[in-house]
């Protein structure tokens, strides 16, 4: 069962844990689960993904009950017009806090603007040697995307050198060995934690709320976290 966060007539979010996707994929062709079937399933009726998140990231993720809401909330989403805050897990130790205004290029080519603002909330140091330091360094960081580009938290991090543990793709190969090799960990730890934005039908502010999942919180322990 999807964890649901926030419901009302119009409106329904769910908590999605890490590894599944929004919904079908031609880059995930193999994959027969999505959130967008299992919470249609769940609910009984039919719902409409008004954003995405990644697969590997976990959070919330908002749905609309009816075609219009949806073209309404993704031009708030198109519009920069919704709050976002992320948590994440970083290689390194972040500064306190910091601006990235780095453009990232499309897969046509073009280069977008794209800004994210980022403030630490937590450093650690394991006794845990890794290449040619004694010890391995980590950062909590709260992240606030002030625009939406595809893989944009995961592509600014690895720009300003302290990328997202457990992000294949874009992050440092040797780190997400070490968490695999030690810890068991394969999950990119990265966490949609918050949404605000002015609802659709009544223009009140709505915030949403997800809760951290089991493995982000695992690796909070570890780091001996709060």
């Known amino acids: 069962m999807l ?5 009302d007539e119009h409106l329904i979010a769910i908590n999605k844990p890490h590894d599944l996707l929004v919904h079908r ?3 995930a062709a193999e994959v027969e689960v999505f959130a967008l079937q299992l919470l249609r399933d769940q609910v009984g009726q039919k719902v409409y993904p008004v954003h995405r998140i990644d697969r590997k990231t976990g959070g919330v993720l908002l749905f609309a009950f009816e075609k219009a809401i949806e073209v309404e909330m993704q031009k708030q989403f198109a519009d920069n017009l919704v709050s976002k805050k992320y948590l994440a897990i970083l290689r390194g130790h972040t500064a306190d806090s910091g601006e990235i205004d780095y453009p990232l290029r499309k897969e046509n080519g073009t280069l977008q ?19 040619k330091h004694a010890t391995s360094r980590y950062s909590l960081v ?10 944009q938290l995961r592509k600014h991090f690895a720009h300003i050198f302290h990328p ?8 440092c190969n040797k780190q997400n060995k070490l968490f695999k ?13 918050r949404l605000t934005f002015s609802h659709p039908v009544n223009e009140e502010l709505i915030t949403i709320e997800a ?6 919180i695992r690796v909070m322990e570890l780091m001996g976290w709060d």
């Open 3 to 7: 964890e649901i966060i926030f419901r």
């Open 25 to 27: 994929s031609n880059i």
């Open 113 to 131: 603007d794209a800004f994210t603002a980022y403030h630490t909330l937590k450093r650690a140091e394991l006794d845990v040697p890794f290449g």
């Open 142 to 151: 709260k992240a606030t995307p002030k625009t939406g580009r595809m893989h």
């Open 164 to 171: 997202i543990i457990g992000d294949r793709t874009h992050g």
């Open 181 to 193: 090799e030690e810890w068991e960990m394969t999950t990119m730890l990265l966490h949609a934690s």
């Open 211 to 216: 809760p951290l999942q089991p493995e982000f």
